[in-house]
């Protein structure tokens, strides 16, 4: 058991009752809740959650950087978003999270070699100290890539469109004439060395300013960020950090449905999933409460009770759900209630959309960039006055996967063990992944231009989800097949009623989703199954789900697909 | 315990007496050894172990690929070892090593999307499954490098040398021209989408005929690679695939001093260390067969005898040790006499060099390539005939850091239990840094350019160590500092005679470490401390060593940093 009590509590946390009852209220799923509201044994913390996120704008980051003056960092240089910040006084430190740690992360020490590296601001100081091979032989003089430019982003695949930037290796410590500072801040000598394994100071500085301009800074002072090498390798690392497996056998809370391989990760480190109810707007904060106030070890083999919460708020992956401001907030509050850590998973954030057939009007006009970011919905980080939000950024969805780059934004005391783990299992992102990103985002499109890039991905994605809902208006059979249209991200979940069908009697849930898997299959169209998603495996399923993604195919692939789709179902209910 | 016992075995282990025997004879630390030859519970396997690597020749490689025909390997498209192996007739299996698999290994299962890519192999299939970006939002059209070119390999920062190389985005699936194929076989649009956790085919191409090329194939038929995105990665998801920590509290068997990280790597999963005896070839296989014979649980709070060696045989991190050819085979007898697995850690194996002043004859003339495959130490691969290696080589020290690329090369069962953490780990290497080496490499170089690289590279290490040992010649206290000269690698190991300090009678080996170490700093030179090397943090020092690096400094630089470090010892030592 975890030491709920606080002290200096002095909000109730009955007053949260009818935000999680309203909550409860629209769930297709729950029945009567449990919320143990007043309970002695778990109490909200004083400091009130902002009404919306402190975002700073493009000018103050410009003037930031001007005052700074040019960054010097070179080969393997130390660095952290507190390099990059803006002012935090007066915002409360993050709580302390001791009693949340594995033992595993418990024991991780500073990497000596790493560790030493801080003799090198010595001035005249000969390094023979780390092994790292000499620029020289480095076998790439210089990289270019040709990229699409703001504002409209068309696909540079003819000579006419976009523009050339190149990296050259020396670029940040041979200056560009005599008497001139160097050409750029970041080159090939420093990227394709060793470096931290918090990635380069570089890219920590672009994340650092993009968090507080895009999601707004946390309300809590010691935040950091750590860059990873995407965010498949975050979660482990961080369910590493945080559940312990045999001996104190955590639970994981996740959505009911939830990403298969984030399941697949839990799974063999010995750590159990508890999931959570969902309606369309995802996990249901009375469930969640409920869950965690039934919680006895004696049923659960001894299991303490959860408290980590895995989450995909925006575009939920697999079932497209959105949670909506008020949902996210009352989510926090349980999480708060509880003492449970939570863990925001979001490739999908800036791929937020308006319902079908409604073009978001904030991104129409001239003053579209404020109406993006003011339409979008709040990140965890942005309520998170006690430093307990893991929140997971990757540039898979919204740049490109292959370049295995993200990064974490939690508080100072979790990147710290985050990192001390990062030392040995990665050393950090690739340099050719970070130098090139850089040399895009920062340099040539800056922070506006990247802003800019995800309001038109916004955009294609949204063209894309109107016509896979379109398509399934028009060839899925409406008496057995519903949905709700998605508003974020790449999936779309459409709900089979099973209990139609001509087989229910004779056939499990499982058997009667294989049966049109393959059915799928054999007419030329490839869907996920909704039981790959199911949190709790040992469970009997709930329902029938099929997962889509209008990621990819081309719009003509998408209908032709969902028609096959609609026939395979057709055929199975005979229809 | 473990099942030692093998049916079959029709060799005696004593045969290997005399072997062990001299190996400890040269032992600088070992005493009596206690060799339990012909023990009922430890014999060796019957099959003989190869007297040398059996390469395959660069006309096999061009031939074998002439006959396959153009690889077509589509987006995240599956690709093993053994769609680019040579024949393995006649060769046995890999032995099984279930009982060496850690419970976290045993139970990871296959991820469930990954395992659906398999329907897409079906013609005319439309994919609404994998949530994969459309390649259309890539913002990257092109990527050009400038490399440096065979056989010179001058560094191309003018434009007079080298060459660029170009990558399109849709290289490997838009025709040159009406009717002919594509221009490449890999390209942007597959390798910055997601991708198997192997690494991309190409790659796997390449690295699957570099070690049948360059280190003979295993003499076993099912072995098999992985890329990875570096040796720091490898070796955390190898100590994870096969060292237990509470409960079954596996130990480690490592050389005596060994690389910090690895050290680092192990300790908070619960993984104990033995440091093994090292005399200037590296770990004494007596010395690790007697502490194997001497296990006795009870004395190690139940945990079982090791049965995982991690060593690195060339320029070993940081003694610069290199085991000869007959020192791995002895290694190799006692792992197969107790049971014990070998993680053979290689990132300096092509950095091998002839004593100082000596030019390695092989690499003079027109022969040059012949003779330093030939000059090369045999790899554990190559003498495997129960596939009981795990080989790790990494891009990091002979390309790039940057690349956070290497790859593993171990029997199918195991590289099977790899790949599924993989796929949770981190979803295998930057696709950035797979394609850019993939053009270096494959295409612009081909093997022979890349083997041509190695011996170039080995040149101007090798040079750099003869500045590094001269200077130590010249400006160390004889008296008092000895070493011998690395034949491999990136370090100088430099042993201080503590016993004759005037403070030995006070001060501790490692304050008078400390007191160097500071006086080093002070006069401007940075070098490694040799405790932070050992492996038994817990045991009393064995003596008074310091690491130091020839791979970056400048030749001056490097002259200048041994001059101080020669200055702080005779100050410490009142000399």
Partial sequence: MLPFLRAGARRSISGLGNHIGHAARRSSVGGQLQF????SEAVASAVPIPEKPQRV?????QERRS?????????????????????????????????HLTHESTLRAPCKLKQAARHLKQPGIISLGGGLPCPEYFPISSLSLHVPVPPGFSEPDTLSGGETVAIGKYDASVPRAAGQPPAAEYDLCIALNYGQATGSAQLTRFVTEHVE???????????????TPGSTAALEQTLRMLCDGPGRRDTLLTEEFAFSTALETAAPLGVGVAGVPMDEQGLLPGEMDRILAE????????GRRPHVLYTVPSGQNPTGATQGARRRREVYEVARKWDVLIVEDEPYYYLQMGPPGERKKEQEGSQGLEGFLDGLLPSYLSM???????????????????????????SAQLIERFVRHAEVANQGPSGFSQVILHKLLDERWGHEGY?????????????????????????????????????????????????????AASKSILEIEEEIFNRCIAKGVLVARGSWFRAQQDKPPS??????????ATPENMREAIRRLGEAIRESFRL
Same sequence: chains 1, 2.
């Fill in 36 to 39: 143990r509201s007043g309970s």
């Fill in 57 to 61: 704008t493009l000018s103050d980051i």
């Fill in 67 to 99: 005052r700074a003056g040019r960054l010097v960092a070179p080969t393997a240089a130390p660095s952290d978003a507190d390099m990059f910040k803006g002012p935090t006084a007066g915002k409360p430190k993050a709580k302390r999270w001791d009693h």
């Fill in 213 to 227: 301009l895009a999601l707004g800074a946390p309300p809590y002072a010691d935040w950091g960020v750590c860059l």
């Fill in 295 to 302: 919680w006895r070890p004696e049923e659960r083999g001894g």
């Fill in 384 to 410: 998170d006055v006690d430093g307990r939000v893991v929140r997971m950024d990757s540039f898979s969805k919204v740049v490109v996967p292959g370049s295995r780059l993200g990064w974490i934004t939690a």
């Fill in 451 to 503: 802003l800019r890039w995800l309001m038109h991905l916004s955009d294609e994605y949204t063209k894309r989800r109107d016509v896979i809902v379109a398509a399934c208006s028009e060839f899925l059979p409406k008496e057995v097949v519903s949905w709700n249209p998605p508003l974020a991200g790449m999936f779309h979940w459409l709900k089979v009623r099973h209990e139609t069908h001509p087989d």
């Fill in 543 to 552: 329902g029938l789900y099929f997962r889509t993604t209008f990621a990819a």
